[in-house]
């Protein structure tokens, strides 16, 4: 006899919970409402999501036990339940407020997009996790997974899959981050920030703050001092144009901010390494040791009346910065460019010169 077929949700959670017979034990049943009181809309009963999946997120002991009340937890509840005391419920989308302590602020569109194609193919395989706003009436607001909430909407989705449990407002803020963090979908400013928030909802120590994250507390200190950067060069991390290692490097730059300013646009004009970076904050700290030395006289280039005219004339011709300097024995142009696309640009209109003075 061919089993039935699981719906997309059940596939899902199947993968990360061990499935179980496919009927409820003996002397098992899902939570019940009181008498004369309607069954909430989308609670599931273990049949929907096999029996193992949807004993875990009802609070049901899938070993024979009694039934673990989805508003009570207790010690053996909270071995079976994860969280303790959740319940799973389908609910409409208008019903779903976000998390305004979501420390996410990027949503990249096609990633986004395909999770929108994916809903629409086989449904949500993980469900939402929110928590009510007030007992007894349908508002709820998002604990975890905003952008699978957001991805369900641009499906067009009816009503969402979600897991309701109570969540204090100190552990809103924790819970998207650790959801965040595990999902690797932060940027390095996203996670300071959010950091920085912890510290200062929980008044905790760094060292306190990373073991209840599961992070070192170098990780976590390290974080938080990007927050300590320029706003031009926070803003060049959060766009992903610097790395949280040219981010760091930069700090370690003593010159101070207008100093990390110049070598964050250098940086990204020459796509500089982590480690040529900190070669170059190194070599930027010992100049002014090197100062009581006074260096050996530099040899000043020649000025000749035009050179500058040549330079006005070709910074105009290739739209960049030309220098024309002359020493004693020979000169040199330089032809500054912003990246490699640039360059060839430059490159592509000297070609294009060269042919017109070649037809002439």
């Given at each position: ?40 809309k989308g609670l599931v009963t273990p049949n929907g999501l096999g029996t193992a999946a949807a004993n875990v997120i009802i609070g049901v002991d899938p070993a024979g036990a009694k039934p673990a009340s989805p508003l009570r937890s207790d010690t053996q509840a909270e071995e079976l339940t994860s969280p303790s005391g959740a319940v799973y419920r389908e609910i409409p989308p208008d019903q779903i407020e976000p998390n305004p302590k979501q420390p996410r602020q990027v949503f990249e569109e096609d990633a986004l ?248």
């Amino acid at each position: 006899m061919s089993q039935a077929k699981k719906g997309g949700l059940g596939r899902g959670l199947a993968a990360l919970i061990p499935t179980g017979p496919d009927t409820i034990p003996n002397g098992l049943t899902t939570p019940t409402a009181p008498p004369g009181t309607a069954k909430p809309k989308g609670l599931v009963t273990p049949n929907g999501l096999g029996t193992a999946a949807a004993n875990v997120i009802i609070g049901v002991d899938p070993a024979g036990a009694k039934p673990a009340s989805p508003l009570r937890s207790d010690t053996q509840a909270e071995e079976l339940t994860s969280p303790s005391g959740a319940v799973y419920r389908e609910i409409p989308p208008d019903q779903i407020e976000p998390n305004p302590k979501q420390p996410r602020q990027v949503f990249e569109e096609d990633a986004l997009a395909e999770l929108v194609h994916s809903i629409r193919e086989f449904g949500l395989m993980q469900p939402i996790v929110v928590r009510r706003l007030e007992p007894g009436v349908d508002k709820y607001q998002l604990v975890m997974g905003e952008r699978r909430w957001r991805a369900c909407q641009e499906a067009g989705l009816e009503a969402i899959p979600a897991i309701v449990r109570e969540t204090a407002d100190d552990a809103l803020l924790r819970d998207a981050l650790l959801e965040n963090i595990h999902r690797v979908q932060l940027n390095p400013l996203e996670e300071a920030a959010a950091y920085q928030q912890l510290l200062e909802e929980f008044g905790v120590t760094h060292e306190e703050l990373a073991a209840r994250i599961g992070r070192s507390r170098p990780v976590v200190t390290n974080m938080i001092r990007l927050l300590k950067l320029p706003i031009p060069v926070q803003r060049r991390v959060a766009a992903g144009v610097l790395s949280a290692g040219h981010a760091r490097a930069l700090l370690g730059l003593e010159a101070g901010p207008d100093a990390q300013e110049a070598l964050a646009a250098r940086i990204v004009a020459e796509g500089m390494s982590v480690r040529a970076t900190e070669e170059a904050v190194t070599l930027a700290n010992r100049e002014p040791d090197s100062a009581a030395t006074p260096p050996a006289p530099k040899r000043k280039p020649i000025h000749m009346p035009g050179l500058q005219d040549v330079a006005e004339k070709l910074s105009n011709s290739f739209d960049t910065r030309v220098t024309v300097s002359l020493g004693k024995r020979k000169g040199k142009i330089v032809v500054e460019f912003g990246s490699v696309e640039d360059l060839e640009r430059i490159v592509g209109l000297m070609q294009q010169q060269q042919l017109q003075m070649s037809s002439e």
